[in-house]
T-cell receptor, first 116, second 116 residues
Framework: AQKVTQAQTEISVVEKEDVTLDCVYE???????LFWYKQPPSGELVFLIR??????QNEISGRYSWNFQKSTSSFNFTITASQVVDSAVYFC?????????????FGQGTTLQVKP | EAQVTQNPRYLITVTGKKLTVTCSQN?????MSWYRQDPGLGLRQIYY???????DKGDVPEGYKVSRKEKRNFPLILESPSPNQTSLYFC???????????????FGPGTRLTVL
């Protein structure tokens, strides 16, 4: 069965600290896609990144970076020099290339609070 | 502008009073789906539709109905809402669920439903 686990329910940091959000996934499929979404207090889902299973290159986008390691089935997300505006719920998600339901499998979410 | 719209955005209702949450997309997408989001559980798929008149159950379909009479619309119907259906609901659409190459999933802004 496929599963996404975000073990950190809540994280609290002080502004300018670096923070890493963990994501571990389970699947036997070889072709899949991984995602991170941000959900600010307003409630909408904001797409951050998509990675396919054949692309293990780490990615950096401004203060955001993602570390994809197939060997450990992890797709961790780091925010460098966090800001108050980063406070949100973050979801990691998985979709299988073979899926016949088109379903995104979400983790439980990690609530990040960045204090000034 | 390409978008998925949902209405209403907020709804407070009472047990047993039938309600419909509308979802509409303007991208001519074949695939649409509904998710509910609950604390500690992430987002879970309720129903999905591969195309007009083709719908199927997701992981948590009990207490919900859907219809897909037109390509652009995919309403979620709660015939007799109960308090355990209090949740945040998201509609989503994709060009198609085909696995040949990933096509982006677009989410609506969410509908916050409270059933008293």
């Amino acid at each position: 069965a496929q599963k996404v686990t975000q073990a950190q329910t809540e994280i609290s940091v002080v502004e300018k600290e670096d923070v890493t959000l963990d994501c571990v996934y389970e699947t036997r499929d070889t072709t899949y896609y991984l995602f991170w979404y941000k959900q600010p207090p307003s409630g909408e889902l904001v797409f951050l990144i998509r990675r396919n299973s054949f692309d293990e290159q780490n990615e950096i986008s401004g203060r955001y970076s993602w570390n994809f390691q197939k060997s450990t089935s992890s797709f961790n997300f780091t925010i460098t020099a966090s800001q108050v505006v980063d406070s949100a719920v973050y979801f990691c998600a998985l979709i299988l290339d073979s899926s016949n339901t088109g379903k995104l499998i979400f983790g439980q979410g990690t609530t990040l609070q960045v204090k000034p | 502008e390409a978008q998925v719209t949902q209405n209403p955005r907020y709804l407070i209702t009472v047990t047993g009073k039938k309600l419909t949450v509308t979802c509409s997309q303007n991208m001519n997408h074949e695939y649409m789906s509904w998710y509910r989001q609950d604390p500690g559980l992430g987002l879970r798929q309720i129903y999905y539709s591969m195309n007009v008149e083709v719908t199927d159950k997701g992981d948590v379909p009990e207490g919900y109905k859907v219809s897909r009479k037109e390509k652009r619309n995919f309403p979620l119907i709660l015939e007799s809402p109960s308090p355990n259906q209090t949740s945040l609901y998201f509609c989503a659409s994709r060009r198609s669920p085909d696995s040949l190459s990933y096509n982006e999933q677009f989410f609506g802004p969410g509908t916050r439903l409270t059933v008293l």
